[in-house]
């Protein structure tokens, strides 16, 4: 629900205050091809080093209002659990690898403006403080 709520394609546990190592994801690949699910206790699959890469606009629900670019790996495959604790394997393309990559990072402690340039890193944080978040940022207690 709060990842509908915000209109985002994937949210990690952490992201709301919850303790848990699983992220949900409602993202289109390359192909336009809708893929919804959950991920319990992600791992990312290493990829051959000629893995084609992708530069893309990138946001976060935690860095409200701001955007960079960011270069990510143009497929992936994350291994993990669903949500009854069952063995699954993800595979996608294109905005899905980079969701992919994007909410294992949120579970390990990264944030994607831990990836960018000092330079690219300060502009993204300026745009955060200069904007008006879409959504009110609510604490959990």
Known sequence: ASQRTARGVGLAANQIGVGLKVFVYDCPDDKGVRHVGAVCN?????????????????????????????????RTEVTGQDLRGN?????????????LQHETDHL??????????????????????????????????
């Open 108 to 141: 390990n402690g990264r944030l994607y403006i831990d990836r960018l340039s000092a330079e690219a890193r300060e502009d993204a944080l300026r745009q955060m403080a200069e904007s008006e978040p879409a959504f009110p940022v609510v604490p959990n207690d």
């Open 42 to 74: 992600p791992r990312l699959v290493d990829t051959p080093d000629d893995t084609r890469t992708e530069e893309g606009n990138e946001g976060c629900l935690s860095v409200p209002s701001a955007y960079a670019r960011l270069s990510r790996a143009y």
């Open 87 to 99: 063995p699954v394997k993800v595979w996608g393309t294109g905005l899905f690898a980079r969701c």
